[in-house]
């Protein structure tokens, strides 16, 4: 897996770079979105992928973050919609449970899903993103520039980052083993939107 991300590090260099411009969480009406923030842990279902759920911290009672729902918003949209040369925005649902927003996009092949825990503070998040990573199945360390500063992994079809008091992970596992017109891995699916999040967040920030 270690081949896979450094080809893609320009891509992710330009995007935080360039910034993300969408308003946090917004959706347009070819993208509707169904929010569930008061979902109990019953409503979390997509979190509990490679692990997740059993390193999961104590819930919090507070909603989500204007950052954490960036992932159901429109730069990550626009760029999942580009890459995959869709004619229009894939449906959405949104959940709030166990601290951990999720947002699960729709799309032919399969659904594609974009998690957020979200930690009291950073060294908490990293005691989580640790214990993800040790119990993730062939979880592979994305070195060097690919994870661009920041503690990530890869399993098959999925990263996970870790950027101040969150956990991101966006898991295309679900997917065929190419998509979209250059047939494109899962791995890189998700690589490209993660770091197309991060770029949100460092201008959030």
Known sequence: MKNRVPLLVPL??????SGCAAAAGSTGPSAPSESLAS????????????????????????????AAKMVCGDQPMDRLTTILALSQN???VSTWANSTFTCTYHLADGALTISVQEAPDQAKAR???????????????????????????ETAGSAVF????F???????????????????????????????LACWVEHH
Do not use: C
């Open 167 to 197: 956990v991101l992970q966006v898991d295309a596992s679900a997917l065929p083993p190419a998509v979209g017109p250059h047939a494109i891995s899962p791995n890189q699916l998700a690589y490209q939107l993660s770091t197309t999040i």
């Open 162 to 165: 870790q950027k101040d008091n």
């Open 90 to 92: 894939p449906h959405t």
């Open 39 to 66: 979902a109990g842990p019953a409503g979390n279902e997509h979190a509990s992928h490679h692990g997740s759920a059993t390193a999961s911290p104590p819930a919090s009672t507070a909603g989500p973050s204007e």
């Open 12 to 17: 992710a260099l330009s995007l935080l770079l």
């Open 127 to 153: 005691t989580y993103f640790d214990a993800m990573q040790a119990l993730a199945t062939d979880a592979t360390p994305i070195e060097g520039l690919a994870n661009l500063g920041f503690p990530a992994y």
